[in-house]
């Protein structure tokens, strides 16, 4: 995919540099991806013929998921803020001969204007309320669009989980200890800090009882939540066999640099040599230690 037309940052990430370019790695992803899924659907309670809502539907994981359950009476609606990936979605669409049944809208998850009150019977979103500022409208728009007795299934990480005590401050990165070089470590870090500050960025600046109380006050009732954490011996992703190099083009999320370019800026040419050859091999041993959490919410209208 290198080389190809240039896309938007959402879809860049999506389609690239969410495993950098490596097929091996995006496997890897979508192994993993595959039964959370399943699970969001299943919570989602599907019955033939509906109209569902997928909420920031990327390249449409989850959307393509439902039109499957959903069956020949079913719709879905793929809505996100990334016109190249609405693109992709509808162009996978007409491939696999099911565009009659889709729809797609250009439209920021905490303003649905576009779709009418009490039109959809199922809203669905994984991964993409950690990108919205405005949680709480955000539920109050799932609320207004869904009919009564309409659903909404969610899954999102919980990323503050990782963050409380894991830092480069601490002689920690990427879970491996870099006390030895911890200065260069703790400049690699202010990279992505200076981007995503812990206290404000939308993707750290919440956790589940956070969700749980904006679904409730948006006026859902028989609202479910189930939280998981992990804390793991090595990075269950990397024993995958993430190597090295894919680990240097690969970035955590559209907003932030891969670990090539973040040492490129913070570090000089014989930093990253002294960094490298520190990290390098706890990364390939995969010593360190896997912190992450996550929640999948379910509730009715
Ligand atoms: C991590 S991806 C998840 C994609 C898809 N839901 C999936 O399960 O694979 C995040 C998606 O959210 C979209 N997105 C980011 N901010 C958004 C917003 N404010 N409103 C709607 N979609 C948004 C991005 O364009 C991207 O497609």
């Known amino acids: 995919m290198t080389g ?19 097929p091996e790695d995006l496997k890897t992803t979508m192994d993993f991806l595959a039964p959370v899924r399943d699970r ?14 997928d909420v920031g539907a990327g390249d449409g994981l989850i959307a393509f998921g439902a039109l499957e359950l959903l069956g020949e009476g079913g719709h879905v609606i793929f ?26 809208v250009h439209a920021s998850a905490d ?28 539920f109050e728009e799932f609320h207004r669009v869904l009919k009564p007795g309409g659903r909404l299934s969610i899954f999102e990480p919980i990323n503050r989980f990782n963050t409380v005590d894991w830092s480069s401050e601490s002689g920690i990165y990427l879970g491996h200890d870099v006390t030895p070089v911890k200065d260069l470590a703790v400049r690699v870090q202010a990279i992505y800090e200076r981007i995503q ?3 404000t960025d939308p993707m750290l600046d919440f956790d589940e009882r956070d969700l ?39 970035s955590g ?29 706890l990364v390939e041993r995969n010593e360190g230690k896997g912190m992450s959490a996550h929640a999948y919410l379910w509730a009715v209208k």
Request: aromatic fraction near 6%; include cysteine; glycine fraction near 8%.
């Open 40 to 53: 969001v659907l299943r919570n989602a309670a599907l019955m033939g013929g509906e109209t569902l809502l």
């Open 212 to 250: 749980l109380a904006h679904s409730e006050e948006a006026g859902f009732g028989g609202v479910h939540l189930e939280y998981e954490a992990n804390i793991t011996h090595g990075n269950p992703y990397l024993s995958e066999g993430r190597g090295w190099e894919t680990l240097l083009k690969t």
């Open 111 to 138: 303003d649905l204007s576009v779709l009418e009150e009490a039109s959809i019977d199922v809203v669905t979103t994984r991964s993409v309320l950690i990108y919205v500022k405005n949680k709480r409208r955000t």
């Open 79 to 104: 809505s996100d803020i990334s016109r190249d990936l609405l693109d992709h979605s509808r162009s996978l669409a007409r491939q696999m001969g099911v565009l009659d049944r889709c729809e797609f």
């Open 253 to 281: 999320n559209p907003k932030i640099p891969t670990l090539e370019e973040a040492m490129n800026e913070a570090l000089t040419a014989e930093e990253i040599e002294g960094f490298t050859a520190h990290l390098r091999p």
């Open 4 to 22: 190809g037309p240039v896309r938007d940052r959402w879809a860049e990430w999506l389609l690239e540099r969410r495993h950098g370019g490596d």
């Open 197 to 199: 500050p812990r206290e």
